[in-house]
């Protein structure tokens, strides 16, 4: 936590207590100890306990692979966290770089291995250009940072829990704040420990062992391999011997069918989780009632010749007595439910994930067709064009992938034919030789940006008027008065071109039609913008399914939503009103009244962090991990909702988006400041 709320800290301490006896050997079963360490690792995380967190969710992998050993690191850590957070303290010590204990180097599933270290060799490549580019430091920081949190995500999706730790670490040292204010220090901070990370893929018991030296990088040995980067395995040709690296084909409908019925299963599960609690609870009604016949009988007292037959007494005795086994055994049974929608959750939850994880892809396969074309076209063009990309590591839907393709490849032809100059014509206009189009993808909440954009000679707009003129696309009063939006708007008209002459590649007035439509399908839109002599610009949204993400359950009012975990930066309890924290409802359009908790957004965006927005929330809940669906048109419209979740009993939750939730905070906390008295501000 980078502050210490007391009142959390206080809850943490007394969740940490109730689950340490779980966790001690004399008391200790496994279903029981998992629940337990599942339980501490969600707690942990919405107090803002990151390290607590991440160390139990690395015992708590161990422990479901059966090393008994688990237990007992995860009662001294947690012994630690009770101590540390009662004398004012974070949970964990700070060890960064020198390995906590209990983090051992694990053998991966060989599959997984080969394409997570193709993946981190990439990773690694970008990091050696940014740290020799000597572009704008701040630039090069951010670079740094995006590929350092990308290695963190795939090492924690694989397993690789050395890897994860350390570049969580490094992470931390390179938070935004410090990118913008210091960005020389982070680029240095990286270059340090590059050589370092490299070993961690290849051999990380022995990376493990020199940090655990606490000698800085330069003291490690480690070869300086930032030419070469890591060596990744070599992928092993697959064979019907080789069951470890045998590969199939499996249709994404099929995947689409398995998610479908594991959704089913799902629902099973908290209707298990539904039913254990009324188990649970009628068990406790049953001893409340046993309570009363015991308390009844004392108040009888013993059979006399005038008061209640003795027979009568036995009987209510054998019925105090029958209602206490029958209250245990349904207190037993309540216990077995729930043990079995544990075992549910988890193995739903981790099929779930990997369904999901093999119908993703990442932006860069897009980027890397979209290059091919734009190459083979500049060259059959006689035209020179250096291509650019940003955010190729960005995740989405393979079937979304696939259809982006044909749109964009459209809008990159484009480029090449209307904008990139002949090298002859750019040095002419004192432009380098060499055009340059850049490809860019960004997710804004639901959504995918992606732009293409090049530096030439953009629209001419007079131009554009005149042809809408002759075609009789518009009256000479409307071409007049109409905007430049508008004029480039009509682009997208069939048959309308800029050019005088038609071959292969332009002037048919076909291809933004086509690439219009083609996002149409798919519910999104294409935006143009031009800068006449400097470029233009095409800007692509399309929604995209969200997939399984972790959520943090948030209550406003009567309604419960899910909150995205990674746009959760920080939970703090709330003492006053705070006019700078508005109600999650005002900024939903609703009434508001006071929050209890505050709920600090983390919206990862690439250019410069603006400041720290908050919402008020009544109340917050677990986390959970679960299957994002995509919206309606009606609901989708209303820009706040990042998809659906549909829950064990037939209700529906919507996942709030950070995002759209953002700008509306911010105008309130704006409108607010405006009303007050020039003094106060």
């Not at 004392?298 to 005038?306: D, E, N, S, V, Y």
């Not at 549910?344 to 067709?369: C, N, P, W, Y």
């Not at 006053?576 to 409802?585: C, E, R």
């Not at 008020?616 to 959970?624: A, E, L």
Request: hydrophobic share 45%; proline share 6%.
């Amino acid at each position: 936590m980078t502050e210490s709320d007391p009142e959390l800290s206080r809850l943490l301490i007394q969740e940490l207590t109730i689950h340490l006896a779980a966790l001690e050997r004399d008391e200790r079963d496994g279903p029981r100890a998992l629940r337990a360490l599942h339980a501490l690792k969600g707690s942990a995380s919405v107090a803002g306990e990151r390290d607590l967190a991440a160390a139990l969710d690395r015992l708590s992998r161990r422990a479901r692979e059966g090393d008994d050993s688990a237990f007992d690191g995860a009662a001294e850590v947690v012994r630690v966290a009770i101590g540390r957070l009662s004398s004012g303290k974070g949970a964990c010590p700070t060890t960064w770089p020198v390995p906590p204990e209990g983090l051992v180097a694990r053998p991966l599933d060989p599959h997984a291995r080969v394409q997570y270290a193709a993946e981190v060799t990439d990773r690694l490549a970008g990091i050696d250009e940014a740290l020799g580019a000597g572009d704008d430091p701040v630039d090069a920081a951010r670079t740094l940072f995006r590929h350092v949190h990308t290695m963190k995500g795939a090492a924690s999706a694989v397993g690789d829990e050395p890897m994860a730790w350390f570049c969580h670490g490094l992470e931390e040292k390179l938070r935004p704040g410090g990118l913008i204010h210091a960005p020389r220090a982070a680029i240095h901070e990286v270059g340090r420990w590059r050589p370092l990370i490299g070993a961690l893929l290849d051999e990380p018991a022995t990376a493990l062992a020199m940090l655990a030296r606490s000698a800085p990088p330069s003291e490690l040995g480690l070869p300086d391999d930032r030419s070469h980067g890591p060596r990744p395995e070599p992928p092993v040709r697959a064979s019907a011997f080789d069951e470890a690296t045998a590969t199939i084909r499996v249709p994404a409908a099929d995947v689409d069918r398995l998610l479908d019925r594991l959704d089913v299963i799902d629902l099973a599960r908290e209707r298990i989780a539904s039913r254990s609690e009324r188990g649970r609870e009628s068990a406790d009604a049953v001893r409340k009632l046993r309570t009363s016949l015991v308390d009844a009988l004392r108040q009888i007292g013993a059979p006399r010749p005038w008061g209640p037959p003795a027979a009568a007494l036995q009987h209510v005795e054998g019925v105090a007595r029958a209602l206490e086994a029958f209250g245990d055994e349904l207190d037993a049974a309540s216990a077995r439910l729930r043990t079995t929608e544990q075992m549910l959750r988890d193995g739903v939850a981790e099929a779930k994930k990997q369904l999901s994880t093999m119908r993703q892809t990442s932006v860069g396969h897009i980027f890397a067709r979209l290059t091919t074309a734009i190459e083979s076209e500049a060259r059959r063009s006689g035209r020179a064009v250096i291509v650019r990309t940003r955010g190729a590591d960005e995740a989405i839907d393979r079937r979304i992938a696939e259809q982006l393709v044909e749109p964009c490849l459209q809008l990159v032809r484009n480029a090449v034919a209307h904008g990139i100059e002949p090298p002859q014509a750019r040095a002419a206009l004192g432009k380098v030789p060499s055009g340059t189009i850049a490809l860019v993808a960004r997710k804004i909440g639901n959504r995918l940006r992606l732009t293409i954009a090049d530096d030439g000679a953009g629209v001419d707009l007079v131009n554009v008027r005149a042809r809408a003129l002759a075609a009789s696309l518009v009256t000479p009063a409307i071409a007049e008065s109409t905007d430049d939006d508008t004029l480039l708007s009509l682009l997208f008209f069939p048959g309308f071109s800029t050019r005088e002459t038609t071959d292969l590649l332009a002037g048919r007035g076909i291809g933004l039609d086509i690439a219009r439509a083609g996002v149409q399908r798919m519910g999104g839109a294409i935006t143009l913008s031009s800068r006449a002599g400097e470029g233009f610009s095409a800007r692509v949204e399309v929604p995209i399914e969200s997939g399984f993400v972790s959520v943090l359950w948030i209550r406003a009012g009567h309604e419960e939503f899910a909150l995205p975990t990674a746009n959760a930066r920080r939970v703090r309890k709330m003492e006053t009103t705070d006019p700078a924290v508005p109600h999650i409802l005002a900024c939903l359009g609703g009434p508001s009244s006071a929050a209890r908790y505050a709920v600090e957004l983390d919206l990862q965006a690439d250019d410069a962090p603006e400041p720290a927005i908050q919402v008020g929330v009544d109340d917050v809940g677990r986390t959970d991990e679960l299957l994002i669906r995509p919206l309606g048109s009606l609901v989708a419209g209303l820009g706040l909702f990042a998809g659906a979740i549909v829950r064990g009993d037939g209700s529906l939750r919507l996942a709030i988006d950070a995002s759209a939730l953002a700008p509306r905070a911010r105008a309130l906390i704006s409108a607010h400041a405006t009303t007050l008295p020039a003094s106060a501000r």
